[in-house]
């Protein structure tokens, strides 16, 4: 261990019953995409500790990111202070303990190539996405590629003396066609061999070339047929709602409903940080709980919530290795549906009338306890008759990237209501939602659409 996540550690143990120190050390590079040039590589390094205190009842969660000499003896006794006037959490019921915890998953997430690759290297890739998109009917492209390292340090006063350090890399392009229509698409992994550059950019401007039919639709009831950009950013607020923290907080559609059916009996939705390549998977939880795969939703039942060592402890059940040492969270979020045809054209055949959406963004909830929200479809979308793609839905403007209809259901519903899925299953991870998600296309039936007048 480094000395100055000891140091931290010790000093804190002298104002805390309870201690988690997790000091990391980041490496974080960008490159903007803009009219298919790019800029240069620019980048940020950093070191913080992230400390989790508790005395009695009493818990308090801050950063440290001064190491100076001196700084971190005021900083202790500033958290000391502040630990002594926060009010009791009677719910409060301590962190895990080690019990010789294996860590099956450390180094899986760290690829050494990634960690020691050049901009040139980058630049070529990103060149390679660019012509793809180009050559795939797109008339300019824009976008990001996202660049993380990082080492990380974890002491806890349960015993957890441990350490791992991870690599990802994520690119999202846009590209934008005849009359504003624009498509999307983001690939996110932990080695770079699992980053196809040419994939990404033909998969953004895949649609591109189906756009010169257009016309716009009238407010009904359709089947939809979410692609995994789309559906990864409704997987991301069903991995939030299957926090316990969330449950107690009124922020969940599946509060009251453990042991019952909240989905298609067809449908499991699994929580699994040990998943290779996994934009969210980790060895060990922020209190050194070993990773593993959670079934939360099994054959449409809800098996259980996430939970640390405090909220386990409350509830009578074992921790699910998903600390958040506040409240536990999701990691990446698996859809499996026993329904799964080979391609999404297969899946396509079986919707006589409905709507194939491509993005989504602006997910509002109207009531988070009952599930209703609603999103508006973002990039190009298609009208589906009879098994096939009709045309596209007329843009609003040449200048916008919406369609002009928004979707409105509850999540409970949705969740019954999905189909089949098919295609390939791919990891999304949405441009404001860092929660990823491994999903294939699927179809939701009879959902409420509402188009602009």
């Given at each position: 261990m480094q000395n100055t996540a000891k140091e931290i550690f010790e000093l804190l143990k002298e104002v805390a019953d309870d201690v988690v120190v997790n000091f990391a050390k980041r490496n974080d590079a960008y490159i903007k995409i803009y009219e298919g040039?790019?800029?240069s590589l620019s980048g940020t390094y950093s070191e913080s500790a992230t400390v989790f205190v508790a005395k009695g009842k009493r818990v308090l969660l801050t950063s440290m990111n001064d190491f100076r000499n001196g700084?971190?003896?005021?900083?202790?006794?500033?958290?000391?202070?502040?630990?002594?006037s926060e009010n009791e959490k009677p719910d409060y019921f301590g962190i895990a303990e080690n019990r010789s915890f294996k860590y099956k998953g450390k180094g899986i997430n760290f690829d050494k190539k990634l960690w020691d690759v050049d901009s040139e290297m980058l630049n070529d890739g990103i060149l390679s996405a660019i012509n793809a998109a180009m050559s795939n009917?797109?008339?300019k492209v824009h976008g990001m590629l996202s660049l993380y390292r990082y080492t990380e340090e974890l002491l806890t006063s349960g015993g957890v003396d441990t350490e791992d350090k991870g690599t990802a890399i994520k690119l999202s392009l846009r590209s934008f066609g005849r009359e504003g229509f624009s498509s999307q698409a983001i690939e996110?992994?932990?080695?770079?061999?699992?980053?196809?550059?040419?994939?990404?950019g033909k998969e953004s401007a895949r649609f591109l070339e189906m756009t010169r039919s257009t016309k716009s639709i009238e407010s009904g009831v359709y089947d939809i047929l979410y692609?995994?950009?789309a559906s990864g950013n409704l997987m991301a607020d069903i991995g939030d709602a299957m926090s316990i923290g969330n449950v107690e907080g009124g922020f969940s559609f599946l509060a009251g409903k453990k042991g019952k059916y909240v989905a298609s009996k067809d449908l499991s939705i699994y929580d699994d940080p040990t998943i290779k390549d996994g934009f969210g998977s980790y060895a060990f939880d922020e209190e050194g709980v070993p990773s593993k795969r959670t079934a939360v939703i099994k054959d449409g039942?809800?098996?259980?919530?996430?939970h640390n060592t405090s909220t386990a402890r409350k509830y009578k059940t074992k921790s699910t290795g998903n600390a958040g040492?506040?409240?536990?969270q999701a990691s990446n979020i698996i859809l499996e549906h026993r329904k799964s045809y080979s391609s999404m054209e297969k899946l396509l055949r079986g919707v006589d009338r409905g709507i194939l959406v491509t993005n989504t963004w602006y997910t509002r909830f109207k009531d988070y306890e009952t599930g209703e929200f609603s999103t508006v479809p973002r990039d190009v979308a298609f009208v589906i008759r009879n098994g096939g793609i009709e045309s596209a839905i007329k843009n609003i403007g040449k200048d916008s990237i919406g369609i002009g209809i928004r979707i409105s259901d509850r999540m409970e519903r949705?969740?019954?209501?999905?189909r089949a899925e098919g295609g390939e299953r791919v990891q999304v991870v949405g441009w404001d939602e860092p929660m990823p998600a491994f999903v294939k296309p699927f179809v939701v039936e009879k959902v409420k659409v509402t188009a602009a007048e």
């Open positions: 040039r790019n800029e700084a971190i003896r005021n900083k202790v006794k500033e958290i000391g202070s502040a630990l002594r009917k797109a008339e996110a992994a932990r080695h770079l061999a699992a980053l196809n550059f040419e994939r990404i692609l995994p950009l039942k809800l098996m259980t919530y996430l040492l506040i409240e536990p949705m969740l019954k209501s999905i």
